[in-house]
């Protein structure tokens, strides 16, 4: 195994691909995951890392949606969420290059 951080930290960017074409957030880490879970040092973990953060944020997406019914607090939720997908993946990925491990807010582990 080879320890490769400017992978880690495209993973970790490929998560605002988003932003330029309108979805991928979860799949192109995934694809990059799952890819190189056995070839690069720490691309397990980091991977399962971001891929439970995105099934978190669809998850909270959707419960945000009736929440919108109840004074617009689904719009303030999608504000947060929408600002927490950015600005984390981006500190992530720093860590990633520094070659700490990353964090995620509100992220439940659907894959351990």
Not at 2 to 28: A, C, M, N, P, Y
Request: aromatic share 10%; with cysteine; net charge neutral.
């Amino acid at each position: 195994m080879k320890e490769d951080r400017q992978l880690l930290v495209l993973t970790h960017l490929s998560q605002l691909v988003t932003l330029i074409i309108g979805f991928g957030s979860l799949i192109l880490p995934l694809i990059l995951w799952l890819t190189q879970k056995d070839k690069v040092y720490q691309m397990d973990a980091h991977g399962k890392t971001i891929v439970n953060f995105q099934l978190s944020l669809v998850v909270l997406y959707i419960v945000c949606v009736p929440l919108i019914l109840l004074f617009g607090l689904g719009l303030l939720g999608w504000l947060v969420l929408g600002l927490i997908s950015v600005i984390y993946p981006i500190i992530n990925a720093i860590k990633a290059n520094n070659g700490e491990n990353p964090t995620y807010p509100f992220s439940y582990n659907f894959i351990n």
